[in-house]
């Protein structure tokens, strides 16, 4: 897909959902959907995100315990997506 696009390795962009910075310990943290600009292709990544924390306690919902106390993600059974199109679902606001 570089050559196809005309792309150096580190000319392609990716981006990815952000926690917000309520999050007390993982704002600004990257997680999945993520979507990569090759030029000719975009590719999307999706994935089983899992936030715990330090003792190992799964968060399954975003509350105000989850904000303060999460302090691991863990992304698995990761989805690869190769389209012709950017996804405004995947990243709002990074498709032009």
Not at 21 to 28: A, D, I, R, S, T
Not at 67 to 91: D, F, G, H, R, Y
Request: with cysteine; charged share 20%.
């Amino acid at each position: 897909m570089l050559s196809e696009g005309n792309k150096k390795q580190e000319d392609v962009t990716c981006f990815g959902m952000r926690f917000p910075g309520q999050w007390k310990h993982l704002g600004g943290l990257r997680v999945s959907p993520y979507t990569c600009d090759f030029g000719a292709m975009w590719l999307q990544i999706r994935a089983t995100v899992r936030i715990t924390d330090r003792s190992g306690q799964v968060f399954e919902t975003i509350t105000d315990k989850a904000m303060n106390n999460a302090t691991n993600v863990s992304e698995t059974n990761l989805i690869w997506k190769w389209t012709t199109e950017c996804s405004p679902q995947s990243i709002p606001g990074r498709c032009s």
